[in-house]
């Protein structure tokens, strides 16, 4: 089962590129705050070119947990997402297009 801690860590990693420490702190502050979360979460999957084969490795290993959530995704992401779990992902524009904002 994955954390959304340890989601959070990787999605940080992925879309800022920075070193993993500095997630971890960034995500340990993060989590000081609580709130009550529905079961069906709404998860955004974006990654930069080069990352992109890490992240679906990443969604093949979760494939199970993400379909039972709304996803969402930029350009190129949310469609390589969307046929690797062969579900509907909402897709924005492509980051330079404005998906980034």
């Known amino acids: 089962m994955v954390s959304i801690h340890q989601v959070s860590i990787f999605l940080i990693c992925l879309t800022c590129l920075i ?3 500095q997630a971890k702190a960034f995500a340990s502050e993060a989590e ?3 709130f009550k979360m529905g079961k069906r979460k709404r ?3 974006v990654a930069h070119d080069n990352k992109k084969p890490e992240l679906l490795e990443w969604v093949k290993r979760n494939r199970q947990q993400l ?3 709304e996803l969402y995704g930029t ?3 949310g469609k390589l997402v969307e ?3 062969n579900t509907t992902v909402i897709k924005y524009k492509s980051g330079p297009l404005g998906g980034d904002q």
């Open 19 to 21: 070193p993993v420490s």
């Open 43 to 45: 998860i955004a999957l």
């Open 67 to 69: 379909l039972h959530h």
């Open 75 to 77: 350009g190129t992401t």
């Open 83 to 85: 046929q690797e779990l």
């Open 32 to 34: 000081q705050t609580s």
